[in-house]
């Protein structure tokens, strides 16, 4: 099968294509797979990507957006291989980088990989019959974790659940405490993430309403009500539930900007319509 789009300079060619609902997809996107290509509904490839394996299959709500030239790569040694492949779960986002996928890469959902990320599944040089070493295993990441800047996920690491990797790590082993913080090189344990009770999540969420009505106030606005309700948050006839991320009610401009306000508090509510607003500024 063949997907082109001349214009955007997009050639996707794979034995099975699948584009879901709602995607976008930008400019000078080269996609090749021997077997499956599948992309998830409400999901966008920005621009500058290279990918290349066996078998790739993406979920619901991934987002890519490059911040460079260098763009998200996919593939490279061993790419031709039967287990080349790339399995990534709902409501990802990825920067730029490079997975490497020799060997199988499994990503679950909710996973942030940050600019300059990147995955090895690989590692040779000299002969093994010498005694050097010589490493094939793939990478699996579990749900709910964040990758920090230029960091390097080797060959054959397992990343447990809601797992923070600070910037420039490079994790060499295994992470098996779940919602924990890692740091440096190699990546070690720094502290366990402690949930706060429900009178500081108040507190919090007092502060993101205040900070947002401070936005707000540079924008073309008819009006805007809150009401905290915890675990609800409601925002004129839209009410979020801060506590499972689901949502009911009726969505509007203001209510996007709001999502994507609180998106970047780590609080990512989808639905059908994309975080960004087209509210105007005030002049």
């Known amino acids: 099968m063949l997907y082109e789009d001349k214009l955007k300079n997009i050639h996707i060619e794979a034995n099975d294509i699948k584009l879901g609902e709602n995607v976008t997809l930008s400019n000078n996107i080269h996609i090749k797979t021997f077997g499956k290509f599948h992309l998830g509904d409400g999901s966008h490839l920005g621009s500058n990507v290279n990918m290349k394996g066996n078998d790739i299959v993406i979920g619901k709500h991934f987002y890519y957006s490059p ?70 295993a793939g990478v699996t990441i579990g749900n709910n974790v964040i990758v920090g800047w230029r960091s390097t996920i080797m060959t054959g690491v397992e990343i447990s659940d809601n797992v923070v990797i600070g910037n420039n790590s490079n994790v060499v082993k295994s992470i098996t405490k779940s919602k924990s913080i890692y740091v440096g090189n190699p990546a070690r344990f720094i502290k366990k993430i402690e949930e706060p009770n429900t009178k500081v999540k108040l507190k919090m969420l007092d502060s993101i309403v205040e900070d947002f009505k401070d936005l707000i106030k540079y924008y073309v606005v008819d009006s805007i009500n809150f009401k905290i309700d915890y675990p609800n948050l409601i925002i004129n006839n839209f009410t979020i539930n801060v506590d499972n991320f689901s949502s009911f009610g009726v969505e509007d401009e203001i209510t996007d900007m709001f999502r994507d306000f609180i998106r970047k508090r780590g609080i990512r509510i989808y639905t059908d319509r994309k975080f960004s607003s087209s509210l105007k500024r005030k002049k």
Do not use: K, Q
Not at 103 to 126: A, C, K, M, Q, R
């Open 67 to 136: 911040l460079n030239t260098l763009g998200l790569n996919v593939g490279g040694g061993g790419s031709d291989s039967p287990n080349s492949n790339l399995t990534v779960g709902d409501r990802c986002v990825f920067h730029n980088g490079l997975i490497n996928i020799c060997e199988p890469v499994v990503i679950g959902n909710d996973v942030g990989l940050s600019n300059h990320v990147d995955i090895i599944t690989h590692g040779f040089w000299y002969s093994m019959l010498e005694g050097y070493p010589t490493e094939f």
